[in-house]
């Protein structure tokens, strides 16, 4: 397609703003409601034209059965030579493109980000759709500030099949139960929540290596790599980042531990383990150095009256 095209004789395609593995994404005009929209191209090889088109179709059907800020709002889906999605237009751009252009996020903005994205993913959770593909790319930043997860084409509803699909998503980004036994459950979403937000404060995925075989070994048998920048985030984002999904962070602990620092609430200031150790050793200190005390007291008392 090009410039000028008009989709269903209403939407004129203005100009490309998106593209991917499952289409290309178009700003045009809804020449009936005098509006703009993103418009989905839908385009696949032949050979998965099917699939593609089933995808597509989940992707709409999942996105537009939510009614939430924080996630895109689906307007139509047509059929032409191909589908077509038709969208909410967000002026943004993706915290892909934050992170590449300007470089990673301070703590506090990775922080309100967040905040943003768990909304969006309780809105999802809430009405049992699993979005299974959370990362930088899918993650608009407005430019008013609000925040919108879009590309629901991955999505599944809560309980339903997932398990015996091959594993598709991007691998820095896929919970490590999932790369297992294809298990797919709010949990596997909130690991990619935290290794997104990881990548917005540390510049890199926590995993990221230069081969997908590579990640995923090293995302089934080794710790994230160390944080530099996450500062207060860092502990929340261990959190998230937890191998055993029962260990993992829930959306409540996520939000109390995330707003403070949107905010810009002082955070009390990490502990290396050398310093919690040597806290530990002079509370127990402090603690002992008391009995004694007491102790002397008491024996100087009943000296003082004489008592056996």
Do not use: C
């Not at 809804?30 to 509006?35: A, I, Q, S, V, Y």
């Not at 899918?138 to 629901?152: A, E, I, P, Q």
């Not at 609430?265 to 050793?281: C, D, F, G, I, K």
């Amino acid at each position: 397609m090009t410039t000028g095209t008009v989709i269903a004789g209403r939407y004129r395609l203005r100009e490309a703003i998106g593209s991917g593995g499952m289409g290309q994404v178009w700003l045009a005009a809804d020449d009936m409601l005098g509006r703009n929209v993103a418009v989905k191209e839908v385009i696949a090889p032949d050979s998965g034209q099917f699939a593609t088109v089933q995808q597509s179709l989940r992707e709409a059907r999942s996105a537009a059965s939510l009614n939430h800020p924080n996630v895109v709002q689906i307007h139509d889906i047509l059929h032409t030579d191909r589908p077509w999605i038709v969208m909410e237009y967000v002026p943004s751009r993706s915290l892909f493109d934050v992170i590449v252009r300007d470089g990673p996020l301070g703590p506090r903005e990775a922080a309100r980000v967040g905040l943003g994205m768990l909304a969006g993913l309780r809105a999802a959770h809430g009405a049992s759709i699993i979005h299974r593909d959370i990362k930088p790319q899918n993650v608009l930043v407005g430019h008013d500030g609000r925040v919108v997860l879009t590309d629901f084409g991955l999505a599944v509803r809560a309980g339903g099949s997932g398990r015996t699909e091959a594993l598709i998503g991007s691998p820095q980004y896929i919970a490590p139960e999932r790369v297992r036994d294809g298990a797919s459950t709010p949990a596997t979403d909130m690991w990619s929540l935290g290794a997104t937000l990881y990548a917005a404060v540390e510049g890199r995925a926590p995993y990221q290596r230069e081969t997908t075989t590579a990640t995923l070994v090293a995302l089934a048998s080794q710790p994230p790599d160390p944080m530099r920048r996450a500062g207060p985030l860092a502990p929340i984002l261990l959190r998230l980042l937890e191998r055993d999904p029962s260990l993992r962070a829930d959306a409540d602990a996520v939000e109390r531990w995330l707003r403070p620092i949107a905010e810009g609430v002082p955070q009390p200031a990490e502990r290396s383990p050398e310093e919690a150790a040597l806290a530990r050793l002079t509370r127990i200190q402090l603690a002992v150095a008391t009995f004694v005390l007491a102790a002397t007291a008491t024996v100087a008392v009943i000296l003082a009256t004489g008592w056996s």
